[in-house]
């Protein structure tokens, strides 16, 4: 194996460094079929652990809508853009906008050009006061615990503050907690699952910490892809 190439869904920038600590050359890409399919990818000499590279020479990829933080949809041009989809002109010109591809993804761009996704605009919570929170980053954190096998997140109203706080799903890990801990009741797991939220709650700012939290007992409806359908998935 000489190279490896991520895609498809957001991989831990961990992984790629440590691939490649190893000496496996491994990177991301970013990329939709409606594109052909390929958006942005780092190169095997210059990239990026955390993004997903440079535009693609040919392909013209900008930010609109942006947010105080400079973050925007990803649209893109060039020949690589599809015509549009099959006898679907009503979907076509949903995406396509005077030749630029609409990805409804949201990103933003580095100083050196190296774009990063931030999230799909269609799961985007914006809260009371106008502030945007990713799912996918608040699920990257909790994730990121050995107790937690998957999660979804979203935004629900508090009735008490009046504004959209973090709400999570989360399927635990339960072979890895039932060797860590033996079998444990209700209470202990939700104990041991608050401070798992707790700790990745830390890295990130107060509007996007989850406050409230289910638990399920199997795991979440997933696609043909093993991508889990987050909308079947919410319970409100």
């Known amino acids: 194996m000489q190279m490896f190439i991520s895609g498809a869904a957001a991989i831990d920038p961990t992984v790629i460094e440590d691939f490649n600590a190893m000496g496996f050359t491994m990177f991301q890409g970013y990329g939709m079929t409606e594109n052909a399919p390929i958006i942005a990818v780092n190169k095997d000499r210059y990239y990026k652990p955390a993004s997903v590279g440079l535009p693609m020479p ?95 997140v979203w935004g629900i109203d508090d009735e008490k503050s009046g504004d959209t706080i973090v709400q ?22 939700r104990k041991l699952l608050k401070r798992e939220i707790d700790e990745a709650n830390e890295h990130m700012p107060l509007y996007k910490r989850v406050r409230r939290f289910e638990l ?12 889990i359908k987050r909308y079947a998935s919410k319970r409100v």
């Not at 993804?105 to 050196?112: E, K, M, S, V």
């Open 58 to 152: 040919g392909t013209e990829v900008k930010l609109i809508d942006q947010d105080e933080n400079g973050i925007g949809e990803i649209i893109c041009r060039g020949d690589s853009v599809m015509i549009g989809y099959y006898n679907n002109p009503e979907e076509t010109a949903k995406v396509l906008v005077d030749g630029w591809l609409h990805t409804g993804d949201y990103g933003y761009f580095d100083r050196d050009g190296f774009l990063y996704i931030s999230g799909r605009k269609k799961n985007v919570i914006v809260t009371k006061n106008g502030k945007n929170i990713f799912p996918e980053e608040v699920e990257f954190y909790l994730n990121k615990s050995e107790y937690i096998s998957e999660v979804v």
């Open 168 to 189: 999570a799903e989360i399927f635990p890990d339960y072979p890895a907690i039932e060797e860590k801990f033996g079998r444990i009741g209700e209470d202990e797991l």
């Open 216 to 227: 399920r007992q199997e795991e979440f409806e997933k696609t043909t892809t093993k991508k």
